[in-house]
């Protein structure tokens, strides 16, 4: 009996012991970890793959008054003997007039697409607007003359960077005439992407522009605002949009039946120019993409830079209403939680309630809780985040719950250890839900586990080693 207790782990290394489990848990914790990132890729190239054959997400820009013009420059060449010589010639540059007034009205009608267990968020928009040109009375003091001015070759440039999506043609009228519309060409915006027509106006008076066309797309639209005032309304039945870009929404208005926006920009906000020689360059735009880089391209037009400065854009994203990589991704990083809880229970019925739990008892339990993150992985992609949840939490409740009562001896205890897991998931999709508020619910219930841990172990003597219970020390 003697050599028995003699062999009996204090309080302090049976708390060591479980301690260092707890961190060789990390190990297949992260393991899980870099497994949500490889199937969010997944996710993403087959994505990607469905909107390859319908249109990314897309950029509108324009309508813009586009006339070339003749200048003169000066210019510097160096001769063979080492001499500069300094001479003047004649080039051709362009004009870009925005509209005084452009006014936009966007119908988006989305659907969902799958390939295998993936899916992706497609759209059809009609695209309708309404825009009035002017020449400003001061153009001289841009730099040009109306004089100079080609008006014989003026074109009328709309865009949308993803020039796939265009598949039901466009129509343009000026004055009530229409035009004839010719692919390309498209504004520095949209990467040169989109369609034209020439123009028939001389720059006197006011042009007023009619255009409409369709556009496929995925993810997200864009709108590149221009000009003097550009009003944009959007609609859709999609019940969960994301706005964002330079500019927001006045009272967006969302229902399960859809949503709708409406958007006003005005010139002083937007520091542009009437007219400029150098067209903006394409803007930066969140894609909708889960951790997908933004982009910006540079191009060349006609022989002319057309990045000299980046557009400002708003855009409305059709996003998920369940991101299910990110919400799994989080959970995974609360995954020390349950495992600290329920080794602490396993802790306190061993130093108080005399029910030994072996190391390796410890490790079993522990991957049972890290296996519920992989288990809800997999079925989220296949039945939702949601059931995949439930359906998890009670596997693992329930294998758990049998083998504690296994371990400690006791249904009473199992019973108990299933409670706590119920408990801290329950916890936990609430904490998922409620992402603003986790910090001060999880602090407060671990202040709350902290201080009942110290009054169950308040008697506990952590060094007592080789002491039979209730012994007073040497």
Same mark, same amino acid.
């Given at each position: 009996?003697? #050599? ?9 290394? *049976? ?57 003169? #420059? ?15 010639? #004649?080039?051709? *540059? ?28 497609? =759209? ?30 003026? #074109? ?24 004839? @519309? ?28 009619? =255009? ?53 920009? &005005? *010139? ?33 037009? &006609? ?12 855009? @409305? ?10 919400? @799994? ?11 600290? /809880? ?19 008892? =410890? ?6 809780? @890290? ?13 939702? /985040? ?16 049998? =083998? ?71």
């Amino acid at each position: 009996m003697t #050599e028995t207790v003699r062999k009996e782990r204090s309080p302090g290394i *049976k708390l060591l012991l479980a301690s260092l489990i707890g961190l060789a848990l990390v190990i297949p914790l992260m393991m899980v970890y870099a497994l949500v990132w490889d199937r969010q890729s997944q996710s993403e190239t087959a994505q990607n793959s469905i909107n390859a054959g319908w249109g990314g997400p897309q950029v509108l820009a324009g309508p813009v008054v586009v006339v070339p013009f003749r200048t003169t #420059e000066t210019q510097n060449e160096t001769g063979s003997d080492g001499k500069t010589t300094t001479r003047t010639v #004649e080039v051709e *540059k362009l004009l870009y007039i925005s509209p005084v007034q452009n006014d936009v009205t966007t119908a988006i009608k989305p659907e969902e697409r799958r390939k295998s267990i993936y899916r992706s968020v497609l =759209y059809e928009a009609q695209v309708k607007g309404k825009a009035s040109f002017a020449l400003p009375a001061d153009l001289p003091r841009f730099g040009v003359t109306a004089d100079k001015l080609i008006w014989d070759r003026a #074109e009328l440039r709309l865009g949308a960077s993803d020039a796939r999506g265009l598949t039901t043609g466009g129509t343009l009228m000026a004055n009530g005439q229409a035009l004839a @519309v010719q692919p390309g060409k498209g504004p520095g915006a949209t990467g040169g992407q989109g369609f034209f027509a020439f123009v028939p106006w001389t720059g006197a008076g006011t042009l007023a522009v009619d =255009y409409a066309f369709g556009l496929r797309g995925s993810r997200s639209l864009s709108l590149v605002p221009r000009g003097g005032q550009t009003k944009w309304d959007v609609t859709s039945p999609w019940a969960s949009p994301s706005f964002g870009g330079a500019f927001l929404p006045e009272k967006p208005q969302i229902s399960d039946k859809g949503f709708k926006a409406s958007y006003t920009v &005005d *010139k002083l906000a937007l520091g542009q120019a009437p007219v400029a020689t150098d067209d903006q360059g394409p803007p930066v735009i969140d894609t909708g993409a889960p951790d997908g880089p933004s982009s910006r391209i540079g191009i060349t037009v &006609d022989g002319v830079s057309t990045s000299s400065g980046q557009a400002l854009a708003v855009t @409305v994203g059709l996003i998920e209403p369940v991101n299910l990589y990110s919400k @799994v991704d989080r959970s995974v990083k609360y995954g020390f939680l349950f495992i600290g /809880f329920t080794f602490l229970a396993f802790l306190l019925f061993d130093v108080v309630g005399g029910a030994r739990v072996a190391a390796a008892e =410890y490790l079993l339990t522990g991957a049972g809780l @890290v296996l519920f993150f992989v288990m809800l992985l997999a079925f989220a992609e296949v039945i939702g /985040f949601t059931a995949a949840y439930l359906l998890a939490s009670a596997a693992i409740i329930g294998l758990l719950s049998a =083998y504690s009562a296994a371990v400690l001896k006791s249904w009473r205890r199992g019973r108990f250890i299933g409670a706590l897991l119920v408990g801290l998931y329950a916890l936990l999709f609430v904490l998922l839900n409620l992402e603003a508020w986790s910090l001060v619910i999880g602090s407060v219930l671990l202040f709350a586990a902290l201080a009942g841990v110290m009054y169950a172990t308040r008697k506990v003597d952590w060094s007592a080693v080789g002491r039979a219970p209730g012994s007073a020390p040497a």
